[in-house]
Nanobody, 124 residues
Framework: QVQLVESGGGVVQAGGSLRLSCAAS????????KGWFRQAPGKEREFVAT????????YYADSVKGRFTISRDNAKNTVYLQMNNLKPADTAVYYC?????????????????WGQGTQVTVSS
């Protein structure tokens, strides 16, 4: 069973930055797409970003494009989400997800494993 552990969440003022990390316990999933999703209180989970195994394919939600950057270090089996110019609307629990394929999409159903989530709170 693959375990994904997120870290890096916290409280930040609007305009600030945070970097989330997600470490996978199983090295066999090193060759798989990873994604970040988020869920705000009272809202459905939404796609944030995805990165393919070789980092050649990256997609972002329109709401974060130009502010967030997804990256990965396959040697460490870790994926990152650098979040800059944060807004109060970015407040949510952020989840890391792992697919069993090299490239994945923006649907939660495209992913097989999920982390426990890390809270990001942006104050105005």
């Amino acid at each position: 069973q693959v375990q994904l552990v997120e870290s890096g969440g916290g409280v930040v003022q609007a305009g600030g930055s945070l970097r989330l990390s997600c470490a996978a316990s199983d090295g066999t999933f090193r060759r798989s797409a990873k994604g970040w999703f988020r869920q705000a209180p009272g809202k459905e989970r939404e796609f944030v970003a995805t990165i393919s195994w070789g980092s050649g394919t990256i997609y972002y939600a329109d709401s974060v494009k130009g502010r967030f950057t997804i990256s990965r270090d396959n040697a460490k089996n870790t994926v990152y989400l650098q979040m800059n110019n944060l807004k109060p609307a970015d407040t949510a629990v952020y989840y890391c997800a792992a697919s069993s394929t090299y490239i994945s999409g923006s649907s939660g159903g495209d992913y097989d494993y999920w982390g426990q989530g890390t809270q990001v709170t942006v104050s105005s």
